[in-house]
């Protein structure tokens, strides 16, 4: 073996230490890049291949009723490639064992058939037999929350008719990847499922027949759905549409793919942030490690070895750590990317995904990684490379010093010696102390963005359900109903208060930007309804006008004063300007607000409500959901309570479950960052460390001198670890804004505290580490040692 290769094995050795740390660096970036991209391709991945190989729609409409002839009609428009009509209804469901009120939506298919757009994936028994008016096939996320399986039999209320079903099979549909509930932000598949029934059955139940109320369509490659929409549009005009929309607005896609928009931005930004400071430390660290090695270079050169030679030794040594690294990384990656796709993949289902690590991720992680790293150890080895052997050989001349601030000062007198020492040190070695506290502030940072996600989604929720959803529950109507129903709804038991709200379907334009949403009409200043400003405050709603949250306004670039055209979509339809009179901010969905006075008039019709919020009794709920049941009206109740932790599961399995793991490897580079300062620090001052000792300084003396210097960066670099984390939190809250969710831009003062806290129980665990070195400082050596 050569020479070069058995220092090689020994400095590998011999730097143990120092390996883990930095291998654990590299092994935090490459694994957040492996755990952000992955969970992308599986997601893209799935909804690809599900929407190519069960025909997902390309146009939806919705209407009231018009005549099956139609869609021959609809057929022949210019870039149609496919049709089907179908009728949608609601219904109510009885699952027994389970007392919370569930809703569901019931779709038709052919008779014992596949649909030809939107088919369905079919994962246990089989799709209703033709002829059979009780059977459904039922939407796998549903039936895993109730454990229904194929010939299972639930009950239900079809247009105002007790029926019992048959569960014929468990299936997954492209349309419902995302499975949303009418009034939902997030899936609840325990209140919440979807059916598919034959068309005749169907049709005969809601006086369908040779009718559909609900069309689908899939469009010629090359053909944009915006001109066939238009001519959709005309030929539904008739029959209470309520405006057709592409793909882009259908309600699981939109979701899914704001996830996927999500999951493109974090698997650049996160990784960029922990491969950056990955490879800004392990090029100051190696470059470290390779200049307290300048007289071992220098013997190698005069024996005979050549800069290419020791250039490509540490270039060895170098790659030999990133490679430490790079399959820490990729193991720990695989491992904890499956499990966070695994989450994902609670709420958007597929029929299947596919987990795998790419191995152009695994090459990017190390070519980053091993590029800083060369970085650093290239400009290190050359410096020592170029010096002629007998120069090397020769420790570095001390540097011309003069007296400082400090000496000339009389603070002098109230400091002691080794506290002296360490303000002098780092004071004329500027660079290197500031390189130290930049690398230590960025890991300060990265504790930054890892501890604000947990403080602001608890501020987001708590906002949402505390100051905007003030009520217990929220009763749908099928039809609008008249305000007295207010006055009905408080004799049932529990009820302890009521307000009405009527919801309409609009279409809301400004300029060239629009948006199709609901407008909410309410009570001026509702009891159970929060509408609040950025700083939290209540507001009233005005007269007339319309109220806008925050993103929707933006979303439309309109301000207060601007008119925006409001298409409505449902009753007398038409198109009317209504001035934008404020704006509030709410960090969960997208909505416009008027008075609910306003809004009947908007509409042309008396008091009328599409819903009631109501204030319970909780210990009396299952008495008042027992009689609502009765009640054919009601389409549906949403519970407050239940809405919330579904909201909060949601957030805490996706987001805060990926935000851990940052935070664990934020918390590994930090000790890591610090560790590393600590032990260069002492290979670069352990000979001034054993003279001092020789010249009678004590043990603690010595070891303050070290440790102190050590404090005194992580001191230093705190302050600007905060200001460089609040910047990343900043980018990161605007990258991943969405309709779902906002999440606000809050950092507590536990956040910055753990922060700090983190990185100086590292430096404390750094010392204890590098206290025994401290301990066997050879004082023989430094008194033999030449100048």
């Given at each position: 073996?050569r020479?070069?290769?058995?220092?090689?094995?020994?400095?590998?050795?011999?730097?143990?230490g120092?390996?883990?740390?930095?291998?654990?660096?590299?092994?935090a970036?490459?694994?957040?890049?492996?755990?952000?991209?992955?969970?992308?391709?599986?997601i893209?991945?799935?909804?690809?291949?599900?929407?190519r190989?069960?025909?997902?729609?390309d146009?939806?409409?919705?209407?009231?009723?018009?005549?099956?002839y139609?869609a021959?009609?609809?057929?022949?428009?210019?870039?149609?490639?496919?049709?089907?009509?179908?009728?949608?209804?609601?219904?109510?469901?009885?699952?027994?064992?389970?007392?919370?009120?569930?809703?569901g939506?019931?779709?038709?298919i052919?008779?014992?058939?596949?649909?030809p757009?939107?088919?369905l994936?079919?994962?246990?028994?089989?799709?209703?037999?033709?002829?059979?008016?009780?059977?459904?096939?039922?939407?796998?996320?549903?039936?895993?929350?109730?454990?229904?399986?194929?010939?299972?039999r639930?009950?239900?209320?079809?247009n105002?008719?007790?029926?019992?079903?048959?569960v014929s099979?468990?299936v997954?549909?492209?349309?419902?990847?995302?499975?949303?509930?009418?009034?939902?932000?997030i899936?609840?598949?325990?209140?919440?499922?979807?059916?598919w029934?034959?068309?005749?059955?169907?049709?005969?139940?809601?006086?369908?027949?040779?009718?559909?109320?609900?069309?689908?369509?899939t469009?010629?490659?090359g053909v944009?759905?915006?001109?066939?929409?238009?001519?959709?549009d005309?030929?539904?005009?008739?029959y209470?549409?309520?405006?057709?929309?592409?793909?882009?607005e259908?309600?699981?896609?939109?979701?899914?793919?704001?996830?996927?928009?999500?999951?493109?931005?974090?698997?650049v930004?996160?990784?960029?942030?922990?491969?950056?400071?990955?490879?800004?430390?392990?090029?100051?660290?190696?470059?470290?490690?390779?200049?307290?090695?300048?007289?071992?270079?220098?013997?190698?050169?005069?024996?005979?070895?050549s800069?290419?030679?020791?250039?490509?030794?540490?270039?060895?040594?170098?790659?030999?750590?990133?490679?430490?690294?790079?399959?820490v990384?990729?193991?720990?990656?695989?491992?904890a990317?499956d499990?966070?796709?695994?989450?994902y993949?609670?709420?958007?289902?597929?029929?299947?995904?596919r987990?795998?690590?790419?191995p152009?991720?695994?090459?990017?992680?190390?070519?980053?990684?091993?590029?800083?790293?060369?970085?650093?150890?290239?400009?290190?080895?050359?410096?020592?490379?170029?010096?002629?052997p007998?120069?090397?050989?020769?420790p570095?001349?001390?540097?011309?010093?003069?007296r400082?601030?400090?000496?000339?000062?009389?603070?002098?007198?109230?400091?002691?010696?080794?506290?002296?020492?360490?303000?002098?040190?780092?004071?004329?070695?500027?660079?290197?102390?500031?390189?130290?506290?930049?690398g230590?502030?960025?890991?300060?940072?990265?504790?930054?963005?890892?501890?604000?996600?947990?403080?602001?989604?608890?501020?987001?929720?708590?906002?949402?359900?505390?100051?905007?959803?003030?009520?217990?529950?929220i009763?749908?109507?099928?039809?609008?109903?008249p305000?007295?129903?207010?006055?009905?709804?408080?004799?049932?038991?529990?009820?302890?208060?009521?307000?009405?709200?009527?919801s309409?379907?609009?279409?809301?334009?400004?300029?060239?930007?629009?948006?199709?949403?609901?407008?909410?009409?309410?009570?001026?200043?509702?009891?159970?309804?929060?509408?609040?400003d950025?700083?939290?405050?209540?507001?009233?709603?005005?007269?007339?006008?319309?109220?806008?949250?925050?993103?929707?306004?933006?979303?439309?670039?309109?301000?207060?004063?601007?008119?925006?055209?409001?298409?409505?979509?449902?009753?007398?339809?038409?198109?009317?300007?209504?001035?934008?009179?404020?704006?509030?901010?709410?960090?969960?969905?997208?909505?416009?607000?008027?008075?609910?006075?306003?809004?009947?008039?908007?509409?042309?019709?008396?008091?009328?409500?599409?819903g009631?919020?109501?204030?319970?009794?909780r210990?009396?709920?299952?008495?008042?959901?027992?009689?609502?049941?009765?009640?054919?009206?009601?389409?549906?109740?949403?519970?407050?309570?239940?809405?919330?932790?579904?909201?909060?599961?949601?957030?805490?399995?996706?987001?805060?479950?990926?935000?851990?793991?940052?935070?664990?490897?934020?918390?590994?580079?930090?000790?890591?960052?610090?560790?590393?300062?600590?032990?260069i620090a002492?290979?670069?001052?352990?000979?001034?460390?054993?003279?001092?000792?020789?010249?009678?300084?004590?043990?603690g003396?010595?070891?303050?001198?070290?440790?102190?210097?050590?404090?005194?960066?992580?001191?230093?670099?705190i302050?600007?670890?905060?200001?460089?984390?609040?910047?990343?939190?900043?980018?990161?809250?605007?990258?991943?804004?969405?309709?779902?969710?906002?999440?606000?831009?809050?950092?507590?003062?536990?956040?910055?505290?753990?922060?700090?806290?983190?990185?100086?129980?590292?430096?404390?665990?750094?010392?204890?580490?590098?206290?025994?070195?401290?301990?066997r400082?050879?004082?023989?050596?430094?008194?033999?040692?030449?100048?």
């Amino acid at each position: 073996m050569r020479a070069l290769d058995h220092k090689l094995l020994r400095d590998f050795s011999g730097l143990k230490g120092q390996v883990a740390a930095i291998a654990v660096v590299i092994a935090a970036g490459v694994m957040t890049l492996i755990i952000a991209v992955t969970s992308l391709d599986a997601i893209s991945y799935g909804q690809r291949a599900f929407y190519r190989d069960h025909a997902f729609a390309d146009v939806f409409a919705e209407l009231k009723r018009a005549p099956e002839y139609l869609a021959g009609k609809i057929a022949s428009v210019d870039g149609v490639n496919r049709v089907h009509t179908r009728v949608v209804a609601p219904v109510r469901l009885e699952i027994a064992g389970f007392e919370d009120p569930v809703s569901g939506q019931l779709i038709s298919i052919p008779d014992g058939d596949q649909p030809p757009i939107n088919s369905l994936h079919l994962r246990e028994g089989r799709l209703p037999e033709s002829g059979r008016a009780d059977s459904v096939a039922v939407s796998e996320p549903f039936a895993e929350a109730h454990g229904l399986r194929a010939g299972d039999r639930l009950r239900a209320i079809i247009n105002g008719r007790l029926e019992t079903l048959t569960v014929s099979g468990i299936v997954l549909s492209p349309e419902y990847i995302y499975q949303l509930g009418p009034a939902d932000l997030i899936p609840d598949y325990e209140r919440f499922g979807v059916l598919w029934m034959n068309r005749r059955a169907l049709a005969r139940a809601f006086d369908m027949d040779g009718a559909f109320n609900s069309v689908v369509l899939t469009l010629q490659a090359g053909v944009g759905p915006e001109p066939v929409i238009a001519e959709l549009d005309r030929l539904l005009a008739d029959y209470g549409t309520l405006g057709a929309y592409a793909r882009d607005e259908q309600v699981s896609h939109r979701i899914l793919s704001q996830e996927i928009d999500q999951l493109q931005v974090t698997s650049v930004i996160l990784p960029a942030i922990f491969l950056g400071v990955s490879a800004f430390l392990l090029s100051v660290l190696m470059g470290r490690i390779v200049r307290n090695q300048r007289q071992q270079v220098a013997v190698l050169k005069a024996f005979g070895y050549s800069s290419a030679e020791l250039i490509r030794h540490y270039a060895v040594l170098t790659a030999a750590i990133v490679l430490v690294g790079v399959l820490v990384g990729v193991i720990l990656g695989a491992w904890a990317a499956d499990w966070v796709a695994e989450l994902y993949m609670q709420y958007f289902r597929f029929p299947e995904t596919r987990f795998e690590v790419r191995p152009q991720v695994i090459v990017l992680g190390t070519a980053v990684s091993g590029a800083a790293a060369m970085l650093g150890t290239w400009r290190a080895v050359r410096e020592a490379a170029v010096l002629a052997p007998a120069v090397a050989m020769r420790p570095p001349a001390p540097a011309t010093f003069r007296r400082g601030w400090l000496d000339r000062s009389r603070l002098r007198r109230w400091i002691d010696q080794p506290t002296r020492i360490i303000l002098r040190n780092l004071g004329r070695h500027r660079i290197k102390a500031s390189l130290s506290v930049l690398g230590i502030a960025l890991s300060v940072a990265l504790l930054v963005v890892g501890g604000y996600q947990f403080n602001a989604i608890d501020q987001l929720i708590d906002t949402q359900y505390r100051k905007v959803l003030k009520m217990d529950a929220i009763v749908h109507f099928n039809d609008v109903a008249p305000e007295r129903a207010a006055a009905e709804l408080l004799h049932y038991p529990g009820v302890e208060h009521v307000e009405a709200f009527r919801s309409v379907p609009v279409r809301l334009v400004h300029g060239v930007r629009d948006y199709r949403t609901a407008i909410e009409g309410m009570n001026r200043r509702p009891v159970l309804r929060g509408l609040i400003d950025r700083a939290g405050v209540d507001q009233e709603l005005p007269e007339s006008g319309l109220v806008l949250t925050d993103y929707l306004a933006e979303h439309l670039g309109a301000r207060p004063g601007d008119l925006i055209d409001v298409e409505i979509k449902t009753g007398h339809r038409r198109t009317v300007q209504v001035p934008l009179a404020g704006v509030v901010a709410e960090p969960l969905g997208v909505s416009a607000y008027m008075a609910r006075p306003a809004l009947n008039r908007l509409m042309r019709e008396g008091p009328a409500a599409s819903g009631f919020w109501l204030s319970l009794d909780r210990s009396e709920e299952t008495a008042l959901f027992r009689e609502l049941w009765d009640v054919p009206k009601v389409a549906g109740i949403g519970l407050i309570a239940q809405a919330e932790a579904d909201i909060r599961g949601y957030i805490e399995d996706t987001m805060l479950g990926t935000m851990g793991v940052m935070l664990l490897l934020a918390v590994s580079i930090a000790f890591a960052v610090v560790y590393n300062s600590a032990r260069i620090a002492f290979a670069e001052r352990e000979r001034e460390l054993a003279t001092l000792r020789v010249l009678g300084f004590g043990r603690g003396e010595v070891a303050w001198i070290l440790v102190g210097e050590l404090f005194v960066l992580t001191l230093l670099a705190i302050p600007l670890g905060w200001l460089l984390g609040t910047g990343l939190a900043w980018i990161l809250t605007e990258a991943i804004e969405m309709d779902l969710f906002r999440i606000p831009f809050v950092i507590s003062r536990q956040a910055y505290a753990m922060s700090a806290a983190g990185v100086l129980a590292a430096a404390v665990l750094s010392a204890l580490l590098i206290a025994p070195r401290l301990a066997r400082l050879d004082m023989v050596t430094a008194l033999k040692s030449v100048e």
